[in-house]
């Protein structure tokens, strides 16, 4: 479909190109800004005085819900994506993204994701209104028995399909296929972010996707994870905190190194200790994954952790310390050009400081039990995730924007921008530091506590604030109508994206760029890594497939038959999928050359399925961390034997075991190019495959039957949850198996040309190993 | 170029017997220390002590099979940190809860 004209709407629902993926991204993350600030505003005119009644209690708290969700997750991060994808490919000399399909389709998932949550404000009891913390119980059937909050899960389950592919896809491309001599070190500082950020994001992502499996399941099928005392609040908060430290740094980091880019190009001396800077990323990358209990400190859990928790989360404010002051360094004697780009990052800075200074605040437990759920708390996070994450976001558009488009914007009203949104901000948070005794989540508030005066300014400040986004499209807009043309390096820049065109070419270099030994980037005019050899590609798959997942779930919840359809078009989908793979239409090959350490040897394909284990390998984790945690906190659970027959579970075993050995036979065979064993190989894994699935379809009937259902407690919760999800991923095993024995029977795999076989069973044999731990741990202990 | 084939073919065949006999000889350990564990079951021991047994079991199993179905064994080394550091992600967030209770 090479014939489609570059402005069509088609081009744009069936595009793979990263930079139209791009410029997708942040067209709905800007929308969904404007949405999720105009519900804050709700919020603020609602807290302007005392004993307002402007909102309901109810409208209230679906606003201030919302308006969190959508701002972490469907504006902040994919904002961040937005340039992600236009920029970092350019930045490491590729042509696309690893996987242009799957990118596409992470697009596709979000926003979908994103229009099922909303639809909930249409539903009767409205949209989620939980905080969007979702704390337990309150996320339960019982306490919250309204649509809107399934409805919200669903679009969260829908946004982390669209972030597990997404991170994937730029692990693989990041490490992969950097054009020859860039090593990682010599990798821009945005690209740097963003690797730090993904690699977050597929160990942070999956065990609040466990917990929201979980809750799904209990809303949906009745299970009582979060209903039963021993699971719970707890456990709730164990998991979402598990997530939301590190979704913090996941939010900042994108941030954070644009502006180590900005600071480069304004002050034109390299950032001072890049490696520095660096190591201390991974630092706190690591440290992140550590200090969750810090959200917890007022939950009456073991004081010894909570120390071991304050000891870590003040080491972290340490690596990040670092940054600032490298960045602060970079500063002193630069050649600094107080350009709009350069005025935004100073700005986010100076913010970013303020709210690292109240965290660490918060980490002494004697003081958070003062603040914990005050105006100070919300002073801090916003003070990092507004002042600090957007307002670097800001920069980093300015900044990329004549890269984009082609033009330039207008200094003038740039710097008027700046002044506003400084002025609103200041006015909007800073008087939340003084009302470290007011409550948050709280719908209004009395007379006569001295609160009158700070919330009136932050209403005041919010207005402002509000007014410099208008300021900001309006730039833009006029810069795309009649802004002077950017040519291809207006600031100066040093990395590779400035040395090809405004907006660049399809394929994004005439010619093939190279890193040489001492750092300086240049285009060759040789193609040698087949530079020519990109076409533009279409796939209107990515759109049906997610299409299908958001009408599949909207059935689930509001009403079956629209399921059905979904369902239809996911078959067809599937196969329309499966035929381009068959005609191999996207296979890209490697260019021969390339800086790819540290996984030089692994080929990116596989690369992407192991990237792809590591979430899943959290994700079971999690669910059977889950399953450890209801159990310990239990007074009694079945006995072996009691409720499970012992014997089903070891038949399922060994069916399970036999399967990968199937599997590994297959591709023995193939590697010597013994057809018939493959085939036979691949048929008996699929046949073992599809009766251990059999088995516990007659197992779980049986075990109804006697009255171990959903909801009968905490042991059948766990249980059907963790092994449901499980015979999910055999499931989804046995619909890529089918794919490939089909090519197989045509003659597909050779024995040069088999990689397929051999990854899919990376993944078989991972489900397989899921299974060696359930089966002990539901069935014999 | 212009060799006879069957003199490749021979000791590529070898080399195959040799993985399909480590192939096998994995998958007759899992069947064997499934059946261990089976036998554990219901043992006059420490319900604490069986547990420990059967996970220790399971978790050969899984290194088994990671090592020579997944061929870990002779993947690259970062393949092998990742996958270790992901393990440690998951079994620290399980310790981290199990503790803080
Ligand atoms: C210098 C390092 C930082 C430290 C030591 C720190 C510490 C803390 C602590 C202890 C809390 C819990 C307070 C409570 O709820 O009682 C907290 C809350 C929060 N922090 Fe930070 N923080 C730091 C940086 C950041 C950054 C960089 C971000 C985001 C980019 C961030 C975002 C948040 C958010 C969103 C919350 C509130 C969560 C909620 O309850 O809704 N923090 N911080
Ligand atoms: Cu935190």
């Known amino acids: 479909m090479g014939e489609i004209p570059r402005n069509s709407l088609r081009r744009w629902l069936f595009t793979t190109n990263h930079k139209d993926i791009g410029i997708l991204y942040l067209v709905t993350s800007l929308y969904f800004l404007v949405a999720a600030g105009a519900l804050a505003l709700l919020v603020r005119i609602q807290l302007t005085y005392p004993n307002m009644g402007f909102l309901t209690a109810s409208a209230y708290n679906q606003a201030i819900t919302v308006h969190g969700v959508v701002m972490l997750l469907w504006f902040l991060s994919p904002i961040a994506f937005a340039l992600a994808n236009y920029i970092v490919p350019l930045q490491i000399g590729a042509r696309d993204l690893a996987f242009p399909r799957l990118n596409a389709m992470s697009y596709w998932l979000l926003l979908f994701g994103g229009l099922i949550a909303a639809l909930g404000f249409f539903t009767p009891g409205g949209a989620i209104d939980t905080g969007w913390t979702v704390y337990a119980p309150l996320n339960t059937a019982k306490y919250s028995p309204q649509p809107g909050i399934t409805l919200a899960g669903a679009g969260l389950l829908l946004l982390m399909a669209s972030v597990t592919l997404s991170t994937v896809n730029f692990l693989v491309t990041i490490f992969r296929m950097r054009v020859k001599g860039l090593s990682l070190l010599k990798m821009p500082m945005f690209t740097w972010g963003i690797l730090l950020t993904v690699f977050l994001m597929l160990l942070a992502f999956p065990p609040f996707a466990a917990a929201v499996l979980m809750l799904a399941s209990d809303r949906i099928l009745g299970t009582v994870y979060f209903l039963a005392p021993e699971g719970g609040a707890l456990l709730w908060t164990h998991l979402l905190w598990f997530f939301g430290h590190p979704e913090v740094y996941i939010l900042l980091f994108p941030a954070l190194f644009a502006l180590g880019d900005v600071l480069v190009t304004f002050t034109k001396r390299p950032i001072y200790g890049k490696k520095i800077v660096i190591a201390a990323a991974i630092a706190g990358s690591v440290l992140s994954l550590m200090v969750w209990g810090h959200h917890m400190f007022t939950t009456g859990i073991n ?153 009136l300014l932050a209403t005041i400040g919010a207005f402002i604030f509000a007014l410099s986004w208008p300021i900001f499209f309006l730039i833009l807009y006029k810069s795309l109508r009649s802004g002077e043309p950017a040519g291809n390096n207006p600031w100066g820049g040093w990395s590779l994206e400035w040395l090809t065109k405004s907006p660049p070419p399809p394929h994004n270099y005439d010619g093939e760029p190279v890193v040489d030994d001492s750092g300086t980037i240049r285009i060759t005019t040789l193609p040698t890594n087949g530079g020519h050899a990109y076409h533009e590609h279409y796939s209107p798959w990515p759109i049906t497939i997610s299409l299908a997942a958001f009408l599949i779930f909207l059935g689930a919840i509001l009403f079956l038959p629209v399921a059905v359809a979904g369902l239809l078009l996911l078959v067809a989908s599937v196969v329309g999928l499966a035929k381009e793979g068959l005609a191999e239409k996207f296979k890209i090959p490697e260019a021969p050359e390339g800086a790819r350490w540290p996984f030089t040897q692994v080929e990116k394909v596989k690369l992407g399925v192991w990237m792809f284990l590591y979430s899943e390998a959290v994700l079971f984790g999690s669910l059977i961390g889950s399953y450890v945690f209801v159990r310990l906190n239990s007074a009694a659970w079945p006995a072996p034997g009691e409720v499970l027959s012992i014997t089903n579970g070891a038949v399922n075993t060994f069916i399970l075991l036999t399967s990968s050995l199937t599997a590994v036979l297959a591709l023995a065979s193939v590697r010597v190019g013994n057809q018939t064993g493959l085939k036979a190989g691949l048929l008996a894994t699929f046949i073992l495959g599809l009766a251990f699935l059999l088995n516990k379809a007659v197992e779980w009937n049986e075990i109804f039957q006697h009255g171990f259902t959903f909801s009968s407690g905490l042991p059948a919760a766990a249980f059907y949850i963790t092994t449901g999800a499980h015979g999910a991923h055999v499931a989804a095993g046995l619909v890529v198996l089918a794919y490939i024995i089909a090519k197989a029977f045509k003659g597909g795999y050779t024995r040069e040309n088999h990689s397929t076989v051999e990854y899919f069973g990376l993944y078989w044999h991972f489900v397989d190993i899921v299974w060696v731990f359930l089966f002990p741990l539901f069935y014999l202990i | 170029m212009g060799l006879p084939l069957p003199a490749v073919l021979p000791d590529l065949e070898e080399a195959v017997d040799v993985r399909v006999l480590v192939y096998v000889a994995v998958w007759v350990a899992l069947v064997v220390f499934t059946v261990i564990e089976l036998m554990l079951v219901g043992m006059p021991m420490t319900p604490i002590t069986i547990a420990l047994g059967i996970l220790g079991l399971a978790s050969l199993k899984a290194l088994l099979i990671a090592l020579f179905y997944q061929h870990l064994i002779g993947e690259a080394a970062w393949v092998k940190i990742f996958y270790a550091f992901a393990l440690l992600t998951a079994v620290g967030l399980v310790v981290g809860m199990i503790t803080g209770i």
Do not use: Q
């Open chain 1, 303 to 455: 004081p010894v952790w909570r120390k071991i928790m304050t000891v870590l989360t003040e080491t972290i404010s340490i690596p990040f310390g670092v940054i600032i002051l490298a960045y602060i360094l970079t500063l002193v004697g630069g050649r600094i050009r107080l350009r709009t780009p350069m005025l935004f990052a100073l700005g986010s800075i100076a913010l970013f400081i303020i709210g690292g200074i109240t965290g660490v605040f918060n980490s002494s437990v004697a003081i958070d039990y003062g603040v914990r759920g005050t105006y100070w708390i919300v002073g801090h996070f916003h003070f990092t995730l507004v002042g600090g994450a957007t307002t670097a976001l800001v920069a980093a558009i300015y900044y990329w924007w004549p890269k984009m488009s082609g033009r330039m914007f207008s200094e003038k009203l740039g710097k008027l921008h700046f002044t506003i949104y400084m002025i609103g901000y200041l006015i909007l948070y800073l008087p939340m530091h003084a009302l470290v005794d007011m409550p948050r989540r709280v719908y209004t508030y009395p007379a006569g506590y001295g609160w009158e005066l700070n919330n």
